[in-house]
């Protein structure tokens, strides 16, 4: 379980073009391939009734097809990667510990959905999760989740994805609603887009 929470915590979408004849959830999908990496700042907020004030961090991401990288800068650095079938982090020392995700069908199905994001697979993606709502409203859009899946219900309840589309659509903004009532939620800002991880990014990506 433990495996699951820290993949829900890493799900996460990507940018895209905006469209001349308007933004729709397949449109959306069969353009997130368009950029390979895409990287910015983060701010998250976790909240949870057995909390008196909310835990925040902030720090830098990195979001590709081969995986997912967390570097949390305040107030502690450390750093957390996500692949297909391993989450992978790392101390401000350096020491690399390893979770494997390989033989955890809960995990591989979280995993296998995040990767969809990032293929522009949709199909990949409705298999564990309901789309529960696309809603465009002028420059803005969201796109509501929830799961499938008993065993990853048990833990999730929804994920709330929302951006803008101006010259440019954007992701902005995430929320992460677990069945316990803990939320977390991310700020996205600074998006640069590329076609190649640095040879770094792929040291943290790999175990």
């Known amino acids: 379980m433990k495996s699951l929470k820290l993949a829900i915590a890493l ?3 990507l940018a895209f073009p905006v469209f001349s004849d308007g933004i729709s959830l397949d449109s959306v999908f069969s353009s997130l ?7 910015g700042d983060f701010s998250q907020e976790k909240t949870s009734p057995k909390l008196k004030r909310p835990l925040k961090s902030s720090g830098k991401f990195v979001f590709s097809k081969d995986g997912i990288i967390w570097q949390t ?6 750093t957390m990667a996500v692949t297909n079938d391993a989450i992978i982090q790392m101390g401000a020392d350096g020491k690399k ?5 390989s033989s955890n069908e809960v995990f591989k199905s979280v995993s296998a959905s995040i990767s969809s994001l990032f293929s522009g697979n949709r199909a ?10 696309f809603n465009v409203n002028g420059s803005k ?16 309840k ?15 903004s995430m929320k992460i609603v677990q069945s316990d009532s803990n939320t977390t939620s991310y700020k996205l800002s600074n998006q640069s887009y590329r076609q190649e991880l640095t040879t ?5 990506l790999s175990k």
């Open 141 to 156: 859009w969201s796109l509501s989740l929830s799961p499938k899946d008993a065993t990853i219900s048990g833990t999730l």
């Open 73 to 78: 800068l305040k107030p502690f650095p450390s």
């Open 97 to 101: 510990s390893v979770l494997d995700g």
């Open 11 to 13: 799900f996460t979408a």
């Open 200 to 204: 770094n990014e792929k040291s943290l």
């Open 124 to 133: 990949v993606l409705e298999e564990y999760f309901k789309i529960r709502s």
């Open 33 to 39: 391939t368009e950029n390979s990496v895409t990287s």
């Open 158 to 172: 929804d994920i709330e994805i929302s951006g803008t589309a101006d010259e440019k659509a954007v992701l902005d």
